[in-house]
């Protein structure tokens, strides 16, 4: 049997690049997810007023942002912000 994993509930910009993600189990989550930020469709995240455009899409659970952007649950879920590791900005 497959584990689900939580829908987000809740997305904040508590600083630059980074998401804090809240779900419905209760976790909450500061995310960067500037390494899932390559291509075509995540390239215009990198300019920081778009990504801080972020907002919950609550059909499909996760955050998106206006150019149709969205991430995976499974992906912010599993990618909390150690203090050491590398940022975007």
């Known amino acids: 049997m ?14 630059d690049f980074v998401l804090r993600v809240e779900f419905d189990d209760g976790s909450t989550r500061d995310v960067d997810p500037g390494g ?3 291509g075509e469709m995540f390239e215009p995240l990198r300019d920081p007023a778009m990504f801080r455009s ?6 499909l659970g996760t ?4 150019n149709g ?4 649950p499974d992906v912010l879920y599993g990618r909390e ?3 050491d590791a590398p940022r975007l900005a």
Request: glycine share 0%; proline share 9%.
């Open 69 to 72: 952007a969205d991430l995976d």
């Open 36 to 38: 899932e930020l390559l």
């Open 81 to 83: 912000l150690s203090a």
């Open 2 to 15: 497959r584990h689900r994993v939580p829908r987000v509930r809740s997305v904040a910009f508590p600083r």
């Open 63 to 66: 955050v998106v942002w206006p």
């Open 54 to 59: 972020v907002a919950l899409d609550d059909e």
